[in-house]
């Protein structure tokens, strides 16, 4: 059974850093691209950033180029997602999930998901 483990969430203030990881487990994730996306209230699911397998290939929205950075761990089946200057528009739920294949921004390429974690970003 694929899980995920995301951790990170939090409480910032505007201008702050976090960092969000993810510890995938339950199969291998060889050739598996993995991404971050968020969910405001009220809002549909949006792609922040995504990573291929070897870490070699990476996509952002515009939203948060510059200012997000994402990476894999050695083991390849943990993922980060460091956010400097963090905004309030950037508070929303963040999640987790990986696609066999190259990193892509649509929701429905991807097939395991994590249950998410909370981001709120204070002015």
């Known amino acids: 059974q694929v899980q995920f483990v995301e951790s990170g969430g939090g409480l910032a203030q505007a201008g702050g850093s976090l960092r969000l990881s993810c510890a995938a487990s339950g199969r291998t994730f060889t050739n598996y691209a993995m991404g971050w996306f968020r969910q405001a209230p009220g809002k549909e699911r949006e792609f922040v950033a995504a990573i291929n397998w070897n870490g070699g290939s990476t996509l952002f929205a515009d939203s948060v180029k510059g200012r997000f950075t994402i990476s894999r761990g050695n083991a390849k089946n943990t993922v980060y997602l460091q956010m400097n200057s963090l905004k309030p528009e950037d508070t929303a739920v963040y999640y987790c999930?990986?696609?066999?294949?190259?990193?892509?921004?649509?929701?429905?390429?991807?097939?395991?998901w994590g249950q998410g974690t909370q981001v709120t970003v204070s002015s």
């Open positions: 999930a990986a696609r066999y294949g190259a990193a892509g921004s649509s929701i429905r390429e991807y097939d395991y």
